[in-house]
């Protein structure tokens, strides 16, 4: 199943995520749902650097790996960017989620201290 872990601010904002594991809903090269996930998630990334020039530090590893941070000291307006291209990327996996439960779960954490 792949695991994918949303980390909010405690104003709500996205600070950073994480995805891990692999969905196993097919043989590789032909996993719809793994497939989606990195499609959404690499493109989040992609987008966040394209329009706001923000690179969001990143680290990708073995067994479906992403990890996303969001640099803290943005500009309010680079930073209402940026949220509103991850809040779509939450939204492009949510979809995922409700067609594919079974193979991917999301789960969201606040931060206690801001």
Known sequence: MISVTIY???SGKIQSFM???HAFY???GKDIVCAGVSAVSVG???AVHKVTGITPEFE???AGYLSCSIPNDLPEDVSDKVQILLEGMIVSLQTIEEEYGKHIKITFKKQEVE
């Open 8 to 10: 909010r601010t405690q």
């Open 19 to 21: 995805i891990s594991g």
């Open 26 to 28: 097919a043989n590789r």
């Open 44 to 46: 989040a990334i992609n």
């Open 60 to 62: 990708v590893g073995e």
